[in-house]
């Protein structure tokens, strides 16, 4: 993650292409298959989902450091991080219904009921459960959006655009999804009502 960050026009710090780089691989130019090809084509099994997470982490991670501070915060803001990651493509397919489905992405999922992407936890289900590593993206995600409104509260209007564009996921798991009990969707909330809190 660090080969990303270069200095350009005095900033000495660019997210952009950290974020980006997520966008990339969807359109078929990176090492992975894209979001909307892995819906359309196959399960997201454990491995490639894994790799998917582990590429996001590592960005969020980055972020997440800079953003502790007043200063790294509002340069984050001013690359555009809120709108980079409202609209990056594997958070969407992480969290976000599929194109013509109603049903969200679960936080777990079961070995053996269906794909990763759309089972929910169920009674009966067989085999051991295992979180979904682009769930705790998500949940990171949502840590970075806190952090960054934690440390400089006047970028809550530049926040709105990330929280407009997950505004379905988040009713989902407030409404609904803290039903389950379980404590992925309990992390989940809790981030969640950290970002809301510092909106208000």
């Known amino acids: 993650a660090s080969g990303a960050v270069s200095g350009t026009s005095g900033s ?3 997210c952009r292409p950290l974020v980006s780089s997520w966008s990339n691989t969807s359109s078929g130019t990176g090492g992975f298959m894209g ?3 892995l819906r359309q084509n196959a399960a997201w099994d454990r491995a490639m ?5 582990c590429q996001l982490d590592g960005a969020l991670g980055v972020l997440l450091t800079i953003g502790q501070s007043a200063e790294g915060a509002v340069l984050l803001a001013e690359q555009q991080a809120f709108l980079l ?3 990056c493509p594997l958070l969407h397919a992480a969290v976000l219904p599929a194109e013509g489905s109603g049903q969200f992405p679960a936080a777990y999922t079961w070995p053996g009921v269906g794909t990763a992407a ?3 936890p169920g009674v009966g289900a067989a085999g051991v459960p295992w ?3 682009l769930h705790a993206s998500w949940c990171r995600a949502l840590l970075l959006v806190a952090t960054l409104l934690a440390s400089a ?3 809550a209007p530049q926040a709105r655009v990330f929280l407009e564009a997950y505004a379905p996921r988040l009713r989902h798991v407030l409404v609904s999804g803290l039903q389950s009990g379980h404590m992925a969707v309990l992390e989940e909330a ?5 970002a809301l809190a510092s909106m208000a």
Do not use: H, M
């Not at 989902?49 to 997470?53: F, G, K, L, V």
């Open 153 to 155: 509260p006047q970028l």
């Open 118 to 120: 759309t089972v929910e």
């Open 190 to 194: 809790t981030v969640a009502c950290r």
């Open 35 to 37: 979001p909307s090809k």
């Open 85 to 87: 990651l409202a609209y």
């Open 12 to 14: 000495g710090f660019v």
């Open 131 to 133: 979180r979904r590593p």
């Open 49 to 53: 989902e894994a790799a998917w997470a």
